[in-house]
T-cell receptor, first 109, second 116 residues
């Protein structure tokens, strides 16, 4: 069974810091990987989609990398802001999406 | 961009009744839709995969008679929680895709179900 792991489970940082969220998966035969943001009690907002042939994707202050061979992806958030506070979910597409348990981020003003 | 609409966003129902949740793709044809359940402080667990015009495929441990899924058109899938009980209270989210392997999945905004 495919497994997706995210570390850390929770992260609290002061505003302005650059930070890295990690995602690992057990099977390198993936179609793509997607990072999402979830605010409390809300649905999912797609942040970045990386195809299996790509190594990274960037959107604004967000950069996601993918290393299929080692089964890892990272989400880099530059110059964090309080509005970035949310849970970040990594989902790996093995022909179905499997989700990690998320990293709960708190950016303190 | 691709939009998936999910209704209702919140529903409270009495034990023993049935509840239907709708998932619609508004601007694309969704050959495949997925239903997820999220327990408090947990990640999303895939419940079932539905393809338009065919029976849904349920993940291990999901009761197909309790969670009825219908995907009658390329833009609509429904999840019906039958004879709901308090333990069915959860956050349910649908997602949709065109089926192309390089296409990302678009998620609905979720439905908070509370069974009293």
């Amino acid at each position: 069974k495919q497994e997706v792991t995210q570390i850390p489970a929770a992260l609290s940082v002061p505003e302005g810091e650059n930070l890295v969220l990690n995602c690992s998966f057990t099977d390198s035969a993936i179609y793509n990987l997607q990072w999402f943001r979830q605010d409390p009690g809300k649905g999912l907002t797609s942040l970045l989609l990386i195809q299996s042939s790509q190594r990274e994707q960037t959107s604004g202050r967000l950069n996601a990398s993918l290393d299929k061979s080692s089964g890892r992806s990272t989400l880099y958030i530059a110059a964090s802001q309080p509005g970035d506070s949310a849970t970040y979910l990594c989902a790996v597409n093995f022909n179905k999406f499997y989700f990690g348990s998320g990293t709960k981020l708190n950016v303190k003003p | 961009g691709a939009v998936v609409s999910q209704h209702p966003s919140r529903v409270i129902c009495k034990s023993g009744t049935s509840v239907k949740i709708e998932c619609r793709s508004l601007d694309f044809q969704a050959t495949t839709m997925f239903w997820y359940r999220q327990f408090p402080k947990k990640s999303l667990m895939l419940m079932a995969t539905s393809n338009e015009g065919s029976k849904a495929t349920y993940e291990q441990g999901v009761e197909k008679d309790k969670f009825l899924i219908n995907h009658a058109s390329l833009t609509l899938s429904t999840l019906t929680v039958t004879s709901a009980h308090p333990e069915d209270s959860s956050f349910y989210i649908c997602s949709a895709t065109t089926g192309a392997t390089n296409y990302g999945y678009t998620f609905g905004s979720g439905t908070r179900l509370t069974v009293v």
